[in-house]
């Protein structure tokens, strides 16, 4: 036995293969994935090149003339950009205190419902927003906010005046934040609670035994049982501060509140479908979001490491 692990050791191609060859089943699984990430996640990579090019079309990415850092010397230098970073700064950062929160409160409320049929009523009723789409969404929140929509038609009827609030910059960021709890707290929950379903069940009748209430059930035994839970997904979270929430703001923004819906994203899309078409510069602009997100999931990471002792990415 010992001479047969140190020629595993020596040959670690052989240990592969003998394990992809036993396990042929779980890999045969995970083949579509690993498929779909080749195609539609590390293929295009190559297209990022683009960021120190100045893109022909008759010459296609390849042959395209290598400009150096040409790109981002006119990214650097455009005041839109700029502002757009730090909006989507603004908003994901409130996204992060505002947002990733409540998917966690929700999950320990529903923990808490002791009659099983109401529990799973709870769930279908809290999970079903996140199958609907932003433009469904965006539809059915313009019909009742608009001016003439129900809650000014209530409104109205009180003798007051109605309120602007699909037009409103001040309202805007708040409805930005309540939409998305509505939409994905649900959806979200469905992790913490996974996760609260693999606590020991003798936890919490040895803290019952001790005379604890439920609340100091919640605080002491199920908090601390998804704490790594939640350090993971608000790591995760931290990584996409400069990506999230496009979908979202396209279809809930117009002309009164473009100015506060441009994140970097919203930027991206103008510069490279609005305005002539520069696919060299939105590129550029989108390697440098990248390299953010991943600049802030690391440090995320480094800094929980630190607090907590928990990580992503271990020592």
């Known amino acids: 036995m010992p001479n047969q692990n140190l020629k595993t050791l020596k040959n670690p191609n052989k240990s592969i293969i003998l394990d992809i060859v036993r396990n042929k089943e ?20 190559f297209g990022l090149s683009l960021a120190f090019k100045t893109f022909k079309a008759n010459m296609g990415i390849i ?57 799973r009523v709870l769930q279908t009723i809290f999970t079903f927003p996140h199958f609907l789409s932003w433009v469904l969404v965006a539809s059915i929140i313009t019909n009742v906010l608009s001016q003439t929509g129900m809650v000014n038609s209530i409104i109205k009827m009180t003798g007051v005046s109605p309120v602007n609030f699909l037009g409103s910059t001040t309202i805007f960021l708040p409805l930005i934040y309540i939409t998305e709890i509505w939409k994905s707290s649900g959806w979200s929950a469905i992790i913490y609670l996974a996760a609260i379903a693999g606590i020991d069940t003798e936890q919490y009748e040895a803290a019952e035994i001790d005379g604890a209430s439920r609340i100091q059930r919640i605080l002491h035994v199920t908090f601390p049982g998804i704490k790594g839970t939640i350090i993971v997904l608000f790591i995760l979270a931290a990584g ?29 899309y103008r510069v490279t479908f609005k305005s002539a078409s520069d696919f060299s510069f939105s590129a550029a602009v989108s390697l440098f979001r990248s390299i953010v997100n991943f600049i802030l999931l690391i440090a995320t990471d480094r800094v929980l490491k630190f607090i907590s002792g928990e990580g992503l990415f271990g020592q």
């Open 26 to 45: 779980v890999y045969l699984i995970l083949l579509p994935g690993i498929i779909w990430y080749v195609v539609f996640a590390y293929i295009p990579i």
């Open 63 to 119: 042959k395209s003339p290598w400009v150096g850092l040409k790109n981002y010397v006119h990214v650097f230098q455009d005041p839109a950009f700029l502002e757009s970073v730090f909006r989507t700064l603004k908003i994901n950062t409130g996204r992060l205190i505002f947002q990733f929160p409540f998917p966690i409160f929700l999950a320990l409320a529903i923990n808490e419902v002791r009659i099983g049929k109401y529990k």
């Open 240 to 268: 996409y501060v400069m990506t999230a929430g496009f979908d979202q703001l396209f279809n809930l923004s117009n002309a009164a509140t473009f100015r506060e819906a441009e994140t970097l994203d919203m930027y991206i």
